[in-house]
């Protein structure tokens, strides 16, 4: 299996397309273009979706609220995608349950008239019908809930999935049909020819510090929060297209609620929606919605922003959770397009549907969206390039294209996530049977997947392996930082590292760690 690790970069090399960013839009863009035959590189920063991509709150969905704001057509082109999404990555999306309680009847008749319509709007690719659950049936699918004043609830069906590992698995398909991707390759400045029209891009290699420069017929900027800093690259006096809003979740044993669905809180103290979802034996909780004038890859979660998802889930759950409940608390930023006047730290009133503009000749920018509707905003993304540079390429071809790993999921396996995968990680453990010991006595996973995460998974420092590909740091910050030393000796061992390497990995991986155990956070953020 060809990894992105076997390239590498010549110097003044030529691409149709050269994408910057390594979240859900940049790699679907690299797949959509590579796919219609354009000679494709990608280059991320730091690892792929390190920023937002990996700090959704794994939900594959419509949009419910949109839906209340009356954003038909953008929900409609949702549930499509959402359907496909399933279709194309059944290993890692998959059908939820989703229960509202009710503590009145006119929510009752609210909610169920919604997302009856909601329902409808999926037309074929509906992921079931929503219905009433009274209070007894409602408290024995959800026992953990709050019974006081419970009329019932309404049960819809929408998506889950792994963010990061669909990023990764996006960013394999990629490179299977021909794209080039480099993860830890920061772009410095834009090339611009005589007439000013952007040409290419300096490159600095972050791990080793080599630079290289490569051409391209156009450029996309899909760095989510940070496509600013690429437009002022190209124009220092540019408008800030972007304003950060923060997304904050913790999460909780899944004893706080004790079901397999998961609970839909609609309506907030401060009218946002709340989701407390079941995630790798854990519970999610999430998200906020806090405007933000700062960007940065470590975004910290404020106090406030705790409190008011503790608080509010304490509403709806009959054990309060409190501070030292919290295993992992995490924030993701959504690049929200800035508004052009009123006021700017109401993000209701931002837009929440992506943008995509050609920034300058040779340049084009898309940010916002969700991930949901990747796929199609890399469709509409590369249509735009071809159109731009009068690129030569075939139609889309991602509606139907099987993303890496997808295969019939059965769901009693904790290597089920990987799909088609599976069966090559058995076959590593039994070629090295050395390494089939647990990494925790809390999770299943093993030492023989940190292996694979080196060898096929672009991994490249002991953060890839336990936040990314893992995801134990998203679920619990102090088991990962017991598991840090033993993936540091597996990582060295695999990239022919020294000791020092191994305790600076584990150093840099403590520090960062720190910042998901709530009470270890400081208010200033990581470096970038």
């Not at 390190?50 to 409609?76: E, N, P």
């Not at 709340?274 to 975004?299: I, K, M, Q, S």
């Not at 990747?374 to 139907?400: F, G, P, W």
Request: glycine share 8%; hydrophobic share 40%; with cysteine.
């Amino acid at each position: 299996m060809k990894t992105a690790s076997d390239y590498i970069l010549p110097a003044h090399s030529e691409w149709d397309i050269i994408i910057i960013g390594g979240g859900a839009t940049g790699l679907g863009t690299a797949l959509d273009a590579v796919t219609r035959g354009l000679k494709t590189l990608l280059v991320e920063q730091s690892d792929f979706a390190k920023g937002t991509s990996s700090r959704s709150t794994k939900l594959v969905h419509g949009g419910v609220r949109y839906l209340a704001q009356g954003d038909i057509g953008l929900v409609k082109r949702a549930l499509k995608e959402r359907g496909l999404l399933q279709q194309n990555a059944n290993h890692l999306v998959h059908h939820e349950e989703f229960i509202i309680p009710c503590y009145s009847w006119f929510s009752v008749i609210k909610y169920l008239t919604g997302l009856t319509l909601y329902d409808w709007l999926a037309g074929k690719f509906s992921f079931g019908k929503s219905r009433f659950f009274s209070t007894k049936e409602t408290l024995q699918r959800m026992p953990g809930i709050r019974s006081k004043g419970l009329k019932g609830s309404i049960s819809y069906y929408d998506g889950k999935f792994d963010d990061a590992r669909l990023a990764i698995n996006i960013a394999q398909t990629a490179i299977e049909q021909g794209a080039t991707l480099c993860n830890y390759t920061k772009v410095t400045n834009l090339i611009k020819n005589e007439s000013g029209a952007v040409t290419g891009i300096e490159m600095l290699h972050m791990l080793n510090g080599n630079t290289a420069k490569a051409k391209g017929k156009v450029v996309i900027n899909a760095t989510g929060v940070f496509v600013d800093d690429i437009l002022a690259m190209n124009d220092p006096t540019s408008k800030k297209l972007v304003r950060p809003s923060q997304g904050v979740h913790i999460v909780l044993h899944k004893a706080f609620l004790q079901s397999h669905a998961a609970l839909m809180i609609p309506k907030t103290s401060d009218g946002r929606v709340l989701f407390a979802v079941p995630w790798h034996d854990h519970l999610l909780v999430g998200t906020t919605d806090t405007p933000l004038n700062e960007h940065a890859l470590e975004p910290r979660a404020l106090k406030e922003e705790v409190d008011f998802i503790l608080n509010t889930a304490g509403d709806y759950f009959q054990k309060v959770p409190n501070e030292q409940d919290i295993l992992s608390v995490f924030s993701g930023l959504r690049p929200l397009a800035a508004p052009a006047s009123g006021d700017e730290n109401n993000t209701k009133e931002i837009s929440r549907d992506h943008k995509l503009i050609v920034s300058a000749k040779g340049l084009i920018t898309i940010t916002g969206g969700k991930w949901t509707t990747y796929r199609s905003m890399a469709e509409e993304t590369v249509d735009l390039a071809i159109s731009h540079a009068q690129l030569k390429a075939t139609t889309c071809k991602t509606q139907n294209l099987n993303i890496h790993g997808c295969s019939a999921f059965n769901g009693n396996h904790y290597l089920d996530l990987y799909g088609s995968d599976r069966e090559k990680i058995e076959k590593l453990a039994a070629e090295l049977p050395e390494f089939n010991q647990k990494l925790h006595p809390d999770f299943p996973d093993s030492e023989i997947q940190v292996i694979w995460a080196a060898r096929y998974e672009m991994a490249k420092t002991v953060e890839d392996v336990l936040s990314r590909r893992l995801r134990i740091l998203f679920i619990d910050a102090r088991a990962a930082k017991m598991m840090a030393p033993k993936v540091a000796a597996i990582l060295a061992a695999e990239f022919s590292q020294d000791e020092s390497w191994q305790i600076e990995q584990v150093k840099a991986f403590n520090l960062l760690a720190d910042g998901y155990i709530y009470g270890h956070q400081n208010s200033e953020q990581l470096p970038n």
